[in-house]
């Protein structure tokens, strides 16, 4: 690592400087090209790849397409030289912590003591570097920093995947096609624009790369500059790497000096319905709610839009969330992940942690409970989206919906108690259609 290596000169953090001269650096990129027409003339053999007949047919198909782009076939080679499908992605996505772990489990890895204290050394260690990413961007260190510690545990981790792989893995089969396809044409025109070495494209097993895990169509939307050498090194280059997140945040709307948001107390008969990150209200409205401050006090004044989140339901800590929130959820569309990141910034700060208590004797779903979940409130008419085991948004809606025509206090939080209700509910359904 060429810019990197003076961070952690006084620890052993981590080991980038190892690998710096097995990667080259990534000069700035050039504007993608414009779609080219098919080539007339014949293209000359692909290489030998992996996997079964039918990954090997969408490798060559996929050619014409990435051709037609502006992908030369002399860099679709070189990238695909060798590639075979990754069979453990479907496992991985399947179990994705931020979706399937209890959020005080997932919050306890995400914001470990040992991750806050790298994080303030290196805030420490790179105080002028980040001052001046801060100063130049508008987003607070702490959020920069705390990015990268989710991301790679600052650069630790990259991932171990061949980028070329893991697209092509889910662009040939899989919920994830059309994105896969689009970042596989991203990816080619980056190999194609720079001096890299395929099988040395680290990713993590989307697809994204560098420090703070860039997608390839993020990377030339956002990618920065950072130190100053003329030359963009998401791999090596933590300036880089953290000036490019803070681009991205800028662009996408961050309000500087504004917070994430608070935890609140919500009153007694609280209409959970409105507990929702989709449901936006002005701070004044839930104040007139009676949502107050957990530290005791009314909500700051203004009518910025904000939106309850509860993690673990109404037995758990409910936060107030505002539109920084929202801008880390346009990283990684998981709340957990969002609050992680904001309550490992907040550490930095020597902020407090959450102070209400998480409801830790709840028995964790499993992929069975998760499945069933989705095909019982499917049974009952509720949408619950694809039945994938990953209770996102959609299985949320339809849960809130199925607590609040039956009573229930409709906070949206999948437990134990309530599969056993739809359980019961659904075998109920079933049998009047026999």
């Not at 779609?35 to 060559?60: H, T, Y």
């Not at 607070?140 to 790679?152: D, N, R, S």
């Not at 904000?306 to 569309?333: C, D, E, H, V, W």
């Not at 056993?420 to 075998?427: E, M, Y």
């Amino acid at each position: 690592m060429r810019r990197v290596t003076r961070l952690f000169a006084a620890v052993s953090l981590l080991a980038l400087a190892a690998c710096a001269g097995r990667r080259p650096p990534v000069p700035a990129p050039a504007p993608a090209p414009p779609p080219l027409a098919q080539a007339s003339a014949p293209l000359p053999p692909l290489p030998a790849i992996g996997g079964d007949e039918k990954f090997q047919a969408f490798i060559r198909d996929f050619e014409a397409t990435a051709i037609a782009r502006g992908v030369t076939a002399e860099t679709y080679n070189r990238a695909v030289a060798g590639i075979a499908p990754i069979t453990a992605i479907d496992t991985i996505i399947a179990e994705q912590p931020e979706f399937v772990r209890p959020v005080w489990s997932y919050l306890d890895g995400a914001v470990s003591a040992r991750r806050v204290a790298n994080a303030k050394f290196l805030l420490n260690q790179n105080a002028e570097m980040l001052a001046a990413i801060e100063g130049r961007f508008g987003v607070p260190k702490e959020i920069l920093v705390a990015i990268w510690g989710m991301e790679t545990d600052y650069g630790r981790d990259e991932g171990g995947y061949n980028i070329f792989a893991s697209l092509a893995t889910q662009a040939y089969d899989g919920p994830r096609q059309g994105f896969a396809r689009r970042e596989m044409i991203a990816a080619l025109l980056l190999l194609q624009q720079n001096d890299y070495v395929p099988a040395e494209m680290v990713s993590s097993w989307a697809g994204a790369f560098g420090q703070t895990q860039f997608m390839p169509s993020t990377f030339f939307k956002y990618a920065t500059d950072g130190d100053g050498d003329g030359k963009i090194d998401l791999w090596h280059s933590a300036a880089d790497a953290l000036a490019s997140t803070a681009v991205l945040f800028q662009r996408e709307g961050w309000q500087a000096d504004k917070p994430w948001g608070y935890e609140v107390v919500l009153p007694k008969g609280f209409a959970y319905q409105d507990a929702d990150l989709g449901t936006l209200k002005p701070i004044s409205e839930w104040a007139a709610r009676g949502v107050k401050l957990v530290a005791g006090g009314a909500l700051p004044d203004g009518d910025d839009m904000a939106a309850l989140y509860l993690p673990a339901g109404a037995n758990g800590p409910a936060m107030l969330t505002l539109s920084n929130f929202r801008q880390i959820l346009k990283y990684n569309n998981a709340a957990s992940y969002a609050l992680a990141v904001s309550l490992l910034a907040d550490r930095m700060m020597d902020r407090p942690g959450i102070r209400a208590s998480w409801p830790r004797n709840e028995k964790p779903l499993s992929r069975v409970d998760r499945l069933r979940f989705q095909t019982d409130l499917a049974a009952l008419g509720y949408d619950a989206g694809d039945l994938d085991g990953l209770l996102g948004r959609k299985t949320r809606i339809a849960l809130r919906q199925y607590q609040a025509a039956h009573g229930l206090v409709a906070d949206a939080y999948p437990t134990v108690t309530m599969l056993a209700l739809l359980d019961n509910d659904a075998s109920k359904a079933a049998a009047k259609t026999e």
